[in-house]
């Protein structure tokens, strides 16, 4: 039953994966009806989809779990400190029946509308079939990383052979003894190449930019080192809401969480958002870092926070990472390809690898470098080169996706007065704290351009965005308020502040092109969407808004 005399439902959510199941169990907490509209048949979002071999999350599970229930923190046990797609999936699916959230799930369900409808002040849902639903509120939990992208190559559509994405793997392929194609080279490619290579009869890895790709570093999770997370998730679950990527670096070996900086909470979002006090490169002499990358391995250059915000210390960090891809690849012309030159290290999201580079020296593995032969069409065979016919059985995209907005513009969205999402963002995501937009009122995004999002560990900030949402329906309930949208002046002003935030950082430095600045998508506006001032302070603006009877909000 709605508490509007008129909706379907209090509240409609578009997404069943962490987002969209966390939704329900805190909407339903404060008792609000809920309906969520989930396009595959099963929970988990991304990591239903993204089943490729080697799929991996680069975040500690013990980190990248829900923080909200004890009882689950106790009762679940991760087989790995970094968790396997199924592993993860496993666990959403836990959460899913332990709280009994599927019954509010409508699966199968592909949105294709989201219409403000003006006269009755209401969300209606339009899925695939045709059929409508109303609600008070809406929200997008629609993901980040969820609108897969394929280039727009010459004769794409023409290939004859078995075709995949690594964002839409099906069950059950057999790359056994096949000649296997990949395109793309970033966190997806370079998971999946070092994991099929071995079984495959021979792997073209087609590179057009190479990627700094670092160890992962992956210790096993032993039953004393759960013990230790388990005895100490209280703190960790607190940690997280203090350090820039959300994460609370306990070092379930030891038992010990590396301290947390005091400037952390008084820099004002220039602070290490790399998620530790790896302080500065500039200073350490050549021995220091040889020392620090023997104990802690290359990753750690990442950690360096000037590398971000500096241009001789990211070279510095830059150099040392091209020498680390010269001694892990035997054939010179191999290691030369894959080597990083034009852009510096922390522009891209860092790519973990396993034994990503030790793969080419395999006699199966030939990487294409695309600079060098560009590639000119896609072909029944395979793929021609400007040097080359490649003939293939298989041909894997791993071109990445539509990040940030992709999902938001792809739904279809109409606010007032039939003000179309496509048409307000044309130049670039504009919104407050990645939560709401003007002219859309009652609906909300979680973890949005213009959130810490892909930047931090995304269940705590959604998590934290659910919390708001609820909090402010609350105080809405509580002051009779209808509607909610952000003025005009705060959304002006949270743009520009997320605007200076990223100035003169390695994330827009020129030469730079990733998925953060939509570079990777032709013809969208090339704007660095995430707030990159760290989860922590994000998360003081965020409870500042509340605390001040949520400012920069307009209730009617
Ligand atoms: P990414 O990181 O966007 O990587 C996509 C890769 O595909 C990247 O190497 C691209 O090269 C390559 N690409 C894209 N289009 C082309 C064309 N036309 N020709 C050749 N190569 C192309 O996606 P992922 O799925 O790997 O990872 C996305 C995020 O998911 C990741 O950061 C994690 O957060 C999880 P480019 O660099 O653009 O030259």
């Given at each position: 039953m709605s508490v509007s005399n008129f909706a379907d439902f209090d509240v409609l959510v578009v997404g069943a994966g962490f987002a969209g199941l966390y939704a329900i169990h805190r909407f339903r907490r404060q008792g609000l009806s809920v309906k969520v509209f989930e396009k595959?048949?099963?929970?988990?979002g991304c990591w239903y989809w993204n089943?490729?071999?080697?799929?991996?999350?680069?975040?500690p599970s013990v980190d990248y779990?829900?923080?909200?229930?004890p009882e689950l923190d106790q009762e679940w046990t991760w087989?790995?400190?970094?968790?396997?797609q199924a592993d993860i999936l496993n666990y959403i699916k836990h959460v899913a029946d332990k709280f009994d959230l599927r019954k509010d799930i409508q699966f199968n369900s592909e949105v294709t509308a989201v219409t403000f409808l003006d006269d009755q002040r209401l969300w209606e849902i339009t899925t695939a079939d045709g059929e409508k639903t109303t609600g008070t509120y809406c929200v997008?939990?629609?993901?980040?990383?969820?609108v897969p992208t394929k280039p727009k190559l010459?004769?794409?559509?023409?290939?004859?052979g078995l075709e995949l994405h690594t964002a839409a793997w099906p069950e059950g392929v057999d790359l056994k003894g096949k000649r296997v194609g990949i395109i793309g080279t970033g966190s997806s490619g370079v998971q999946v190449v070092p994991e099929i290579a071995p079984e495959v009869e021979h792997l073209y890895v087609f590179q057009r930019t190479p990627a700094y790709a670092t160890p992962a570093f992956e210790p096993t999770m032993t039953p004393e080192m759960m013990d230790r997370v388990k005895a100490n998730y209280p703190r960790i679950r607190e940690t997280q809401q203090f350090t820039p990527r959300a994460v609370?670096?306990?070092n379930a070996r030891t038992g010990a969480f590396a301290p947390l900086p005091d400037d952390f909470l008084t820099q004002g979002g220039r602070v290490?958002?790399?998620?530790?006090?790896?302080?500065?490169?500039?200073?350490?002499?050549t021995e220091e870092l040889a020392e620090l990358i023997k104990n802690y391995?290359?990753?750690?250059?990442?950690?360096?926070?000037?590398?971000y915000f500096d241009e001789e210390s990211n070279e510095k960090a830059s150099d040392i990472f091209r020498g680390y891809v010269k001694s892990s690849v035997r054939d010179p012309e191999t290691a030369d390809s894959l080597t990083p030159k034009n852009y510096g290290i922390g522009c891209k999201r860092p790519v973990r690898d396993r034994s990503y580079y030790q793969t080419?020296?395999?006699?199966?593995v030939t990487l294409v470098d695309l600079q060098k032969q560009p590639l000119e069409e896609v072909n029944p065979a395979g793929i021609r080169t400007s040097a080359n016919q490649y003939d293939l059985d298989v041909l894997i995209y791993a071109t990445g996706f539509d990040a940030l907005t992709g999902a938001l513009l792809k739904a279809n969205i109409t606010g007032r007065g039939g003000l179309k999402l496509t048409e307000k963002w044309q130049y670039g995501p504009v919104g407050y704290l990645g939560l709401q937009i003007e002219g859309f009122p009652n609906l909300f995004a979680v973890t949005?351009?213009?959130?810490p999002s892909a930047l931090a560990n995304m269940v705590v900030g959604i998590e934290q965005h659910i919390n708001f949402i609820a909090d402010c329906l609350a105080f809405m309930k509580e002051k009779h308020y209808a509607e909610v949208e952000p003025t005009k002046d705060a959304v002006d002003e949270w743009v520009s502040i997320c605007n200076k935030l990223a100035e003169g950082t390695s994330y827009t430095a020129s030469g730079c092109k990733s998925w953060y600045l939509g570079?990777?998508?032709?013809g969208k506006p090339q704007v660095f969407m995430p707030?990159?001032?760290g989860y922590h302070i994000f998360k003081q603006h965020c409870d500042n808004v509340a605390r001040n009877d949520y400012a920069g909000f307009a209730f009617r």
């Open positions: 595959a048949p099963e929970v988990g089943k490729y071999p080697g799929c991996r999350c680069d975040i779990s829900y923080g909200f229930s087989p790995e400190a970094y968790s396997k997008m939990a629609t993901g980040g990383l969820s010459a004769g794409v559509d023409t290939y004859a609370a670096n306990f290490d958002f790399r998620g530790t006090s790896g302080g500065n490169i500039k200073g350490l002499t391995g290359i990753g750690h250059l990442l950690n360096f926070q000037d590398i080419f020296n395999r006699d199966n949005g351009p213009g959130s570079t990777n998508i032709p707030y990159i001032g």
